[in-house]
């Protein structure tokens, strides 16, 4: 069965240093790999996804990366984190060989606090 | 755009009462949709999804039907358990152009005892 774990569960950060999520999958391969971020009381929003090694697509521009080195490793990143970065930052994944209708699995998430 | 449009909440009921989470969407096409439960502190799970018109989906007493004709997805419960307490999302899949899902704000349910 299939997996996904997103490490770590909490972090609390100062303003302006730096952040690294991950994200990895078990038991499948070449997934569609994406990131949210949930904020306080609003709903997800896509911040990334990618559909191979190398290949990120950003949908909003803001101070965040994403990174895929390996086929199931999925990293969110920032050089200098804001106070706005606050949130829950959701990792999920899906096939990419059942055709386009296609259910995303989500990690158990990471609450991130920017002080 | 793709958009969807959910109950405002937050939603409080008792045990055992009957529940309605309304859910409206626009798309170009034929979307798939789905509903999400996130319980507190944890990810999203997928509740249910349909991904033609008439499609009911179901999962734990949870249903709901996909209408295309008032482009609706409503999530119904007979009887609500404590255990329900989750927010829940609507969202839709589209593979006309903006392959992505695409969410709904989410609506917090509380039931109580």
Redesign the interface.
Known sequence: SQTIH?WPATLVQPVGSPLSLECTVEGTSNPNL?WYRQAAG???Q?LF?SVGIGQISS?VPQNLSASRPQDRQFILSSKKLLLSDSGFY?C?WSRRDRG??????????TRLLVL | GDSVTQMEGPVTLSEEAFLTINCTYTATGY??L?W?VQYPG?????LL?A?KADDKGSNKGFEATYRKETTSFHLEKGSVQVSDSAVY?CAL?S?FGN???T????TRLTIIP
Do not use: C, D, I, V
Request: charge should be negative; aromatic fraction near 22%.
């Open positions: 997103q994406y609003r709903g997800l896509l996804y949908e959701l999920a386009l209708q296609e259910t995303q699995y989500f990690g158990p998430g | 979307p798939s789905f999400y944890e990810g999203l799970q997928l999804k991904t999302f899949f593979n392959e992505k899902l969410f709904g704000t989410g």
